[in-house]
């Protein structure tokens, strides 16, 4: 079946310092979804990508959909402590098919 | 108010036990969902219901059965419980129409089976 492939699986980085999580798919994805699931939380949504090349910021965070909507990324500038936590994306489809996930540790 | 509550948070029983985690929404959503999130953190989706009907029965021991008395609520009751069944269970529910839509997800239920 669908498979979204997320990397890394683990990112720890001092607070200030940039932070990357890529999605990958060997099919072309009808659209993105990303969301963040604090420690001993529930899944919250982020954000949707849809159009090709598509790039859509929220305050620090930058998510891009490439060209081929093959893969997605989700960059955070200047990281926080409030930021730690793990960041999925899915395809959203008759259900979610969610890649790994990256969890994010944050160290000030 | 909750957009999306379930019950109980946590749920510790023994092996051979049968249990039940109710879902409910008041977000006025027609499709349910529920997933199950291993101790590596890898969400599944298990069920989904649209409008009461079943929409996706993945690849779910037949000891599970989800049922959705209304649109508003979907509950999950599991027979002869094995460790295996560990996990956290997240109930989620969407919008209708021309989709996609983002998911609202339950607190979620940490299941303990010993």
């Known amino acids: 079946g669908q498979q979204v492939m997320q990397i890394p699986q683990y990112q720890h980085v001092q607070e200030g310092e940039d932070f990357t999580t890529y999605c990958n798919s060997s099919?072309?994805?009808?659209?993105i979804q990303w969301y963040k699931q604090r420690p001993g939380g529930h899944p919250v949504f982020l954000i949707q990508?849809?159009?090709?090349?598509e790039v859509k910021k929220q305050k620090r965070l930058t998510f891009q959909f490439g060209e081929a909507k093959k893969n997605s990324s989700l960059h955070i500038t200047a990281t926080q402590t409030t930021d730690v936590g793990t960041y999925f994306c899915?395809?959203?489809?008759?259900?979610?098919?969610f890649g790994k996930g990256t969890t994010l540790s944050v160290s000030s | 108010d909750t957009a999306v509550s379930q019950t109980p948070k946590y749920l510790v029983t023994q092996m051979g036990n049968d249990k039940s985690i109710k879902c409910e929404q008041n977000?006025?959503?027609?499709?349910m969902y529920w997933y199950k999130q291993d101790s590596k953190k890898f969400l599944k989706i298990m069920f989904s219901?649209?409008?009461?009907?079943?929409?996706i029965n993945e690849t779910v021991p037949n000891r599970f059965s989800p049922k959705s008395p209304d649109k508003a609520h979907l509950n999950l009751h599991i027979n002869s419980l094995e460790l295996g069944d560990s996990a956290v269970y997240f109930c989620?529910?969407?919008?209708?129409?021309?989709?996609?839509?983002?998911?609202?997800f339950g607190p979620g239920t940490r299941l303990t089976v010993t």
């Open positions: 989620a529910s969407s919008g209708q129409g021309v989709g996609p839509y983002e998911q609202y």
């Open positions: 219901y649209n409008n009461k009907e079943l929409i």
């Open positions: 990508l849809v159009k090709s090349g």
């Open positions: 899915a395809e959203a489809g008759t259900a979610l098919i």
């Open positions: 977000l006025g959503h027609d499709t």
């Open positions: 099919t072309t994805l009808s659209n």
